[in-house]
């Protein structure tokens, strides 16, 4: 559905699949993980059927976000390289949380901060994966001095993980017309010329 | 097993304190391995008792049977074999639960109530409240807890908690026929120790003692040992047990700080919004576009 026919597609429709399954994946992890982290989280594990079902479903889930994660990281790696004007954007952001985007570099399709916050992600999925796996119980059995460690490990990586998802949907939500980038694949073009110029002139050839 | 009977002392996964009024005395089984003769006595009441039945197993070449603790073994008897100046020595330890007061399976336990310790130092898993997600096996110093791959719950020696709830000992100091497993008040079988310590060290083990490692708080479930300075000889018994630090680290500190870092964000993700205001589109550029559109 076209809402403006010179808006600007930012993400196609498999792109967008691929990072709400990858974002509904994460939500069922968070909450199921946070209710075995936590007593006080752990009414959560009502949202699935109970603390066995919550541990149960757990891992399952995580493979699939691992899938879908790795599918995502190989669509949008090669955006995510960090540049000069990358550094200079990311030296500057105290400016731009701020609310003051005057002086700040000019950008591509992604900021200095979106690409940290990619390899974050990333670093978070290994983390969490290869301890996840360490220690899954019910498939496997690990030296338990490892499963300790894979248990800590799990849960530190999993806070990072955590945090790093609140910032990136609240960027979303602060910087207007940008939500609808992951719902319906567009922005319009005064969005790209002031927040990702560098791409927009590439886009409009201006 | 849920017992309203006994009273609770610690439960998993609660941050708010137990019941404390009613005062009761701890217990503790004492097990004197120099008492002990091997039968496996012990290991058939708790079978009989506790109505769990493991596989026939085969025989492995040494007497150990079970090899190991199971879901449904909840005690087995480790012999080893040692060489202690010039003589053999058959070191035979009821292995099982040490019941700590310090537990690590408790502490690493994510479930509410699923492992609740009594105030009488009984340590115990409700297996109604078991997700199954190991994290006791973990938390164990001892490496006791066993996951049943039939129901995914957890098991363990309950130390006859139904028993001793209506004053009853433990079915395997019951049943043992020379009297190596004797069950009490945790003073009186300190007292019982000391005097098997002294015999044994009047016929020439000068290195007996007590296994009530400090390590774990102490345990409800203590040793007799000819060779006090060395329980690696019994079997793999651990010289300083305690909690891992990685454990104490995961389940400790790291819960009230990254909950509350969570929470931080959230809000000031929140408060960041009210106060800085939404990052819009400036009229300047919007006007801009619109402008070349015109054109």
Redesign the interface.
Same mark, same amino acid.
């Given at each position: 559905m076209i809402r403006d026919p010179?808006d600007l597609q930012r993400y196609t429709a498999s792109e967008r699949a691929n990072h709400w399954l990858v974002g509904i994946c994460f939500i069922l992890l968070a909450l199921s993980g946070l209710?075995?982290?936590?007593?006080?989280?752990?009414p959560l594990?009502q949202f699935f059927g109970g603390?066995?079902w919550?541990?149960?479903l757990h891992p399952f889930i995580g493979v699939l976000m691992v899938l879908a994660f790795v599918i995502m990281f190989f669509r949008f790696a090669g955006l995510n390289r960090m540049t000069a004007a990358d550094r200079a954007w990311l030296s500057r952001i105290g400016e731009m &949380? %701020?609310?003051n985007?005057h002086g700040m570099p000019e950008q591509g399709k992604y900021n200095g901060g979106q690409k940290l916050m990619f390899w974050l992600m990333t670093l978070s999925m290994i983390v969490l994966v290869i301890s996840g796996v360490l220690?899954w119980?019910?498939q496997f059995s690990f030296a &338990? %001095?490892v499963?300790?460690?894979a248990?800590?490990a799990h849960?530190?990586a999993a806070?990072v993980m955590?945090?790093l998802i609140?910032?990136h949907a609240?960027a979303a939500?602060?910087?207007?017309?940008t939500v609808r980038a992951m719902w319906y694949g567009t922005v319009?073009?005064?969005?790209a010329?002031?927040?990702h110029r560098a791409w927009y002139r590439q886009m409009t050839g201006? | 097993m849920a017992l309203q009977s006994l009273d609770i002392k610690q439960r998993s996964?609660?941050?708010t304190p137990a019941p404390q009024a009613r005062q009761t005395i701890e217990i503790a089984k004492l097990i004197d391995v120099s008492a002990c003769i091997g039968c496996k006595a012990c290991q058939v009441a708790c079978m009989e008792w506790n109505d769990v039945r493991d596989e026939v197993g085969s025989c492995h070449g040494i007497y150990d049977n079970p090899v190991d603790l199971t879901e449904n073994s909840w005690t087995v008897m480790r012999y080893a074999e040692v060489e202690e100046q010039g003589k053999l020595e058959w070191l035979i330890r009821k292995d099982g639960c040490m019941h700590c007061s310090d537990p690590g399976c408790l502490k690493a336990c994510?479930?509410?109530g699923a492992i609740i310790q009594y105030a009488n130092g009984i340590v115990d898993f409700h297996q109604e409240?078991?997700?199954?997600?190991?994290?006791c096996?973990?938390g164990c110093p001892f490496?006791v807890p066993r996951?049943s791959k039939k129901d995914?719950k957890a098991y363990k020696c309950t130390l006859c908690s139904d028993r001793v709830a209506v004053n009853q000992a433990p079915a395997c100091a019951k049943a043992c026929p020379t009297g190596a497993i004797q069950f009490g008040s945790k003073e009186d079988m300190k007292d019982y120790a000391e005097k098997r310590i002294a015999d044994l060290k009047e016929r020439g083990y000068q290195k007996a003692g007590l296994y009530d490692p400090a390590g774990v708080g102490g345990t409800h479930v203590m040793y007799v040992l000819h060779h006090a300075d060395r329980p690696g000889l019994y079997s793999g018994l651990p010289q300083d047990p305690a909690i891992?630090p990685?454990?104490s680290?995961?389940k400790g500190v790291?819960?009230?700080v990254?909950?509350a870092?969570?929470g931080l964000?959230?809000l000031g993700?929140l408060f960041?919004?009210v106060m800085?205001?939404?990052?819009?589109?400036?009229k300047e550029?919007?006007k801009?576009?619109e402008k070349?559109?015109a054109q």
């Open positions: 010179k209710a075995f982290f936590h007593p006080a989280f752990y594990v603390g066995p919550a541990r149960i &949380v %701020d609310g985007d220690m119980r019910s &338990v %001095d499963v300790r460690l248990s800590l849960a530190l806070v955590i945090v609140i910032v609240y939500i602060w910087t207007k017309g319009t073009r005064a969005w010329k002031q927040h201006k | 996964a609660t941050t994510p479930a509410p409240n078991c997700i199954g997600c190991g994290y096996v973990s490496n996951i995914s891992s990685t454990v680290l995961w790291t819960k009230p990254a909950a870092a969570l964000v959230a993700s960041h919004y800085k205001g939404p990052n819009e589109v400036s550029i919007e801009e576009v070349e559109d």
